[in-house]
């Protein structure tokens, strides 16, 4: 029998008239409907509409004219001025109810069965509601369910499975007393996602039976003071732990439950069906359903599928899928939706900001990027990156001049604030900090401008403005290489160790939009090339000596999360000076590197963006030296180059967005004599086939 909403039956209540000979039945609809003054809201693939009825009544209640139209295969629910035509649920029924006594408490046992059909139905839940006690039917619809004496109270076991209404059996000691349905009205759990469960974590790490629970049971929740798992299902709460929000959670390994109100700890990880307060503590990573509110730390990431509402700690990645107002610290990447707070990171992401975005790279969909080529007195080239919002952005420099016949090369960072004076005028307030690649990093430049830009195209403008530069360094001879070229005793002799002075900077800048796009398809382009720069230390180096690369790779996708490469690159490793002092006089001797690593291997990737991945293969190492000794040793200066092959490996993780930009850490190592490592940022593009 259709069931009628528990609210208004005006809709249904109403009379019609019709007289349809063979008319189609969508258009048997519409007239209903234009008479009863209302609209039908329906799945067009739940009736065929196209089919031909023959219906003849007067003056009849819509209810009944419905009823002899679909029988009772249909619900009726209203909604305004709509009325929603839904499948009914099915009933269930229980068959060859057996209760025992077995040591002082019940084992319940019986089949599940369709009420129409007779159909033994496999993966029912039946679950007892105040003892949290679950389990599922098996292949047969047999189950068996054991609980403790309560005081020989009734108790009431409940039976729920997708597509069909819940049912209630009563127990008064030994005797099924009743069976009623305990939930007559329709309340579709078609629509109901179970959006933690949908994740690549929580596909890989809930169990199947776990998951047709939640199907089963989408709306019971209970509260308990605390519960401990081992992993997810192995809980004091057993299958019943998804379905069960706790004031305390504690998860030796991982554990799944529905929730928690209070504090969370979990060995590896915790996730949670619904939402999360106020602390919660994991070793690898946190995953909740819902909101979460509080403190959220973990060891490699955090996700939150709705609000962020307080700080999110890990040391690579955490996301707030719908909004963060609140803190995001990840040192790789935080993405969220809306941004009302602070994210630090490598790289952020936003859908749309009203907070600060503070990383080398800030990506915010209602936000803009600029790339801008200038020129001020400290140097003759600048080129600098900007990405964020009007109102907060940072920036990425690199900085070019010559001293004295040498070239000095410095890279820096900066953050900066636009006035905005008009639609193509406004005012950039920047600060910065660089530090050089070829000499110490002991050396450092400070600079704050105002500059005027003036925008002549829709991606174009050109700008100026002053400049305040401060130039330090710590060391009289900062580099070791000074004591031959000099170059920087151009600011001893000429400035002291600390100079200020007030300069100009001018330039032309290109600058758009972030616009959120589709996610990336891996299957629809199976071929990629990435092409990226890498700065990176390496460990066997003196002085901190910035290692400038670049790299580039062949990328084929062999599933929707794996995929396989072929990499080729560059890595300049810079010029040691040695310098020792002895009876006989000076010597000095350097070496400088250059290493061609040719590998493949395997990428695998995480949440959406998230990628690790893994490579072998071999590398060309060419080596150039000189060495002479002060008296002038007979020979003079001696010069040489040198080259081998060594077997190497490659690690790697980071993000790949959507919008093409790869961003990352790597490691390479070397397996010379001494063993060679380099440890590497990496800013990368891809490029589809």
């Known amino acids: 029998m259709p069931t009628r909403p528990l609210f208004g039956q005006t809709i249904l209540d109403k009379k019609v008239t019709l007289y349809e000979e063979n008319q189609r039945l969508a258009d048997v609809l519409d007239e209903i409907g234009r008479q009863g003054q209302f609209f039908f809201s329906y799945n067009s693939e739940l009736l065929p509409r196209d089919s031909t009825v023959s219906l003849k009544v007067r003056k009849q209640k819509i209810m009944l004219v419905l009823t002899q139209l679909f029988a009772n295969r249909f619900v009726y629910e209203e909604r305004k001025n709509y009325l929603i035509i839904s499948p009914a649920l099915r009933r269930l029924t229980f068959l060859n109810a057996d209760v025992n006594d077995e040591d002082g408490n019940y084992s319940v ?3 599940v069965a369709d009420e129409g059909t007779g159909e033994r139905l496999r993966n029912a839940s039946v679950y007892e509601k105040q003892q949290l006690s679950s389990t599922l039917t098996d292949d047969h619809g047999y189950f068996r369910l054991k609980l403790k004496r309560n005081n020989n109270n009734p108790f009431r076991i409940t039976i729920s499975k997708l597509g069909y209404r819940d049912t209630m059996v009563t127990f008064l000691q030994s005797v099924s007393v009743s069976i009623t349905n305990d939930n007559p009205a329709y309340k579709s759990s078609l629509n109901k996602k179970n959006n933690v469960e949908r994740t690549a974590l929580g596909s890989l790490l809930i169990s199947a039976r776990q998951k047709i629970q939640s199907l089963n049971i989408p709306d019971f929740f209970a509260k308990r003071p605390f519960q401990i798992s081992i992993t997810p299902g192995l809980s004091t709460h057993g299958m019943f732990s998804p379905q069960v929000v706790n004031t305390f959670s504690l998860n030796l390994a991982g554990g799944y439950t529905a929730g928690v ?39 490699a990431g955090n996700v939150v599928l709705d ?125 910065n900090v660089s530090l050089p690649v070829n ?49 920087n005793d151009y600011y001893t002799q000429k400035h002291g160790k600390f ?43 003196s002085g901190n000596q910035l290692i400038p690369g670049t790299d580039l790779s062949l990328h084929r996708i062999l599933g929707s999360n794996l995929g396989a490469f072929i990499s080729c690159g560059y890595n300049r490793f810079p010029a040691v000076i040695h310098h020792d002092v002895d009876s006989d006089g000076e010597d000095y001797y350097s070496s400088a590197y250059t290493y061609i690593p040719l590998n493949g291997g395997l990428r695998y990737t995480l949440f959406r963006t998230f990628y690790v991945d893994g490579g072998l293969g071999l590398a060309t190492r060419s080596r150039s030296y000189y060495s002479f000794s002060k008296p ?58």
């Not at 619904?274 to 070793?283: D, H, N, P, S, T």
């Not at 077997?647 to 850490?665: C, D, K, Q, R």
């Open 109 to 111: 046992s019986g089949l």
């Open 261 to 299: 109100n209070g504090l969370e700890i979990g060995g590896f990880f915790n996730i949670n069906k619904e939402g999360a307060k106020y602390l919660q503590l994991a070793g690898i990573f946190n995953l909740v359903g819902g909101n979460m509110t509080g403190l959220q730390i973990a060891g």
């Open 307 to 431: 609000t962020l509402r307080g700080v999110q700690l890990s040391l690579f990645s955490n996301r707030a899928i719908a909004g963060a107002n609140g803190v995001q610290m990840g040192l790789l990447h935080n993405s969220t939706g809306h941004l009302k707070g602070l994210q630090f990171g490598l790289v952020n992401i936003a859908d749309t900001s009203q907070g600060i975005s503070l990383g080398l790279i800030n990506i915010v969909h209602n936000g803009f990027y600029e790339l801008l080529y200038s020129v001020n007195n400290m140097a003759g080239t600048n080129l600098t990156f900007k990405s964020g919002t009007h109102d907060f952005y940072s920036t990425i420099l690199i900085r070019i001049k010559r001293f004295d016949g040498q070239k000095l090369v410095a890279w820096g960072v900066g953050a900066g604030h636009d006035f905005m004076l008009g639609s193509k005028i406004y005012i950039s307030a920047e600060t």
């Open 439 to 487: 000499q110490s990093w002991d050396e450092r430049w400070i600079q704050a401008k105002i500059l005027i830009n003036c925008r002549i195209s829709k991606h174009i403008s050109i700008l100026a403005g002053p400049a305040l530069n401060r130039y330090s360094y710590i060391w009289n001879n900062p580099s070791a290489y000074s004591q031959y070229n000099n170059a």
């Open 499 to 541: 100079k200020t002075s007030l300069g100009w900077e001018g330039g032309i800048a290109y600058h758009s939009v972030f616009k959120k796009e589709k996610q990336y398809d891996a299957q629809s382009n199976a071929w990629l090339v990435v092409l990226a720069a890498t700065a990176g230390l390496n460990n066997l180096s």
């Open 632 to 689: 002038s040793s007979p020979g003079g200066i001696n010069r040489g180059v040198s080259g081998e092959s060594t077997f190497m490996y490659t690690l790697s993780a980071g993000f790949s967005f959507p919008n093409g930009v790869e961003a990352g850490i790597k490691k390479d190592a070397y397996k010379i004599s001494g063993g060679v490592q380099q440890y590497a940022l990496k800013l990368g593009y891809r490029f589809k086939l």
